[in-house]
């Protein structure tokens, strides 16, 4: 904070301080002024160097720390208000200016980290790109166009879907490691979480057999039970519920599903309702199911 008449005293305890008129003025013109100037001209000149000579993961790893450098200097040096507004200004320089560029880089970008499965890079990406969440575009179209190609890889494989029981689960598998990428990599953000389930319904839409196909697999399922599959019965049931969900009708599913499949589908929407996703009581549906 600026002084007028400032004079530096020694206390007692041999500690030297000013001590005169606070002028918020003189310390806006003389000192935050410049330092928010000056230190946003050189991040700017950093951040065009970095996106041009290092890898998405790089840039990443530098902006960040650059950012929490930078925090932690201006609670030290400006006042509250000021140091919102340098971060948001500084944020802006360092990702939404090259967050495209960043996110498309050929071999090391939001694409390929989805597509090779690096999560730790992409939650590193993700968390950066959090501060500005506007910047989450690209990154989410790329996962739906992702998710979308290998949907219809699936659907274009005419052994899979002469038969629906491995076309169901060809779908659950795809969907149990999407649904991890965006558990791990994506660290959760609820806009992936969206995205994601956006993709699985255009997939299940896409192909007009998958709604008669997943009553088929469930009948299958209520009709030989989990016999010496115990140890993936929690996994079988929430995959089954994972692509009913997102059907969207649901006729075409009820036109096919046989007298048993609808005591399937409600003893799961019930304890779903009943419970949050950790806490879902599988053991009990294996019971009312007679698993």
């Not at 310390?27 to 050189?42: C, G, P």
């Not at 989805?114 to 790329?142: D, G, S, W, Y």
């Amino acid at each position: 904070m600026g002084m007028e008449g400032a004079v530096l005293r020694k206390g007692e305890d041999g500690i030297l301080s000013w001590d005169g008129k606070a002028n918020p003025e003189s310390y806006v013109n003389y000192f935050e002024t410049e330092y928010m100037k000056q230190a946003l001209e050189h991040y700017a000149a950093e951040a065009n160097k970095w996106i041009t000579t290092m890898t998405c993961p790089e840039y990443v790893k530098k902006a960040t720390e650059a950012l929490e450098s930078e925090a932690k200097k201006a609670d030290h040096l400006l006042e509250q208000d000021s140091m919102a507004l340098y971060m948001s200004n500084l944020e802006k320089v360092i990702i939404c200016d090259h967050s495209q560029e960043l996110v498309e880089k050929e071999h090391t970008g939001a694409g390929k980290m989805i597509e090779q499965k690096r999560n730790e890079e992409l939650k590193a990406l993700i968390q950066l790109l959090r501060r500005k969440p506007e910047t989450f575009k690209p990154v989410l179209e790329k996962l739906y166009n992702y998710v979308t190609s290998r949907g219809k890889a699936i659907q274009q494989d005419k052994a899979v879907t002469e038969d629906p029981i491995e076309y169901t689960k060809k779908l659950m598998e795809l969907k149990k490691e999407m649904d991890q990428l965006v558990e791990e990599g994506c660290d959760m953000e609820m806009k992936f979480v969206t995205e994601n389930d956006k993709a699985f319904t255009f997939i299940l839409a896409d192909f007009s057999p998958s709604a008669k196909f997943l009553a088929i697999y469930i009948d299958h399922l209520m009709r030989q039970g989990l016999k010496g599959f115990e140890a993936k019965a929690d996994e079988i049931i929430t995959g089954a519920f994972s692509l009913y969900k997102l059907l969207r009708p649901k006729d075409a599913f009820t036109e096919h599903h046989t007298v048993s499949t609808p005591h399937f589908i409600t003893l799961l929407e019930t304890f779903w309702r009943e419970t949050v996703a950790e806490d879902f009581n599988f053991r009990r549906v294996r019971r009312n199911l007679h698993f």
